[in-house]
């Protein structure tokens, strides 16, 4: 498979993707959120320093009761990641926050790793960056607008 990149500096940011031509044209197809990710993303040192997130049980079962009964585990693992992310400080959130978060509730996922597998290829969260042993996510205008279609009442 032939090897591809793409280099941009915005601003006083640099973004460069390496990798086969697939991988290379679907960031491409994401060049909005790349751009924002830049603009807004955490720096590295604030992404290695991303705290872990301990929320109460109570506030995410009454977050949970927003949406639909009958959520499917790639559902469940969004409107975690969701809540998550409005909680941390960096707004962001990590698979295994999503997976510990969703265990400490007495909801287990089939394969959690493969649903935010499928969150990303459905682009509903995409990839900030990385800290020492994690991926670093964040709910994309596509997740935001799968969770209202998700809510039991429109928000707002």
């Not at 940011?13 to 790349?34: A, C, N, P, T």
């Not at 409005?86 to 959130?93: D, G, M, N």
Request: no cysteine.
């Amino acid at each position: 498979m032939a090897k591809a990149s793409i280099r941009m500096n915005v601003r006083t940011g640099e973004i460069e993707i390496k990798g086969s031509e697939e991988f290379v044209r679907e960031q491409m197809e994401q060049l909005d959120d790349l751009v924002d990710r830049v603009r807004s993303g955490p720096s590295q040192a604030a992404a290695a320093e991303w705290p872990q997130l301990q929320p109460e049980d109570d506030a995410f079962g009454e977050w949970l009761y927003q949406f639909h009964d009958d959520l499917k585990d790639v559902d469940k693992a969004l409107v975690a990641g969701k809540y998550i992310q409005e909680k941390s400080q960096e707004r962001v959130f990590k698979s295994s926050a999503v997976d510990d978060l969703l265990k400490d509730n007495g909801i287990r996922l089939t394969n959690p790793y493969r649903a935010i597998s499928v969150l990303q290829k459905k682009k509903y969260i995409i990839t900030i960056g990385k800290d020492s042993h994690s991926k670093l996510y964040k709910i994309s205008r596509e997740g935001e607008q799968q969770l209202e279609s998700l809510a039991r009442t429109p928000p707002g």
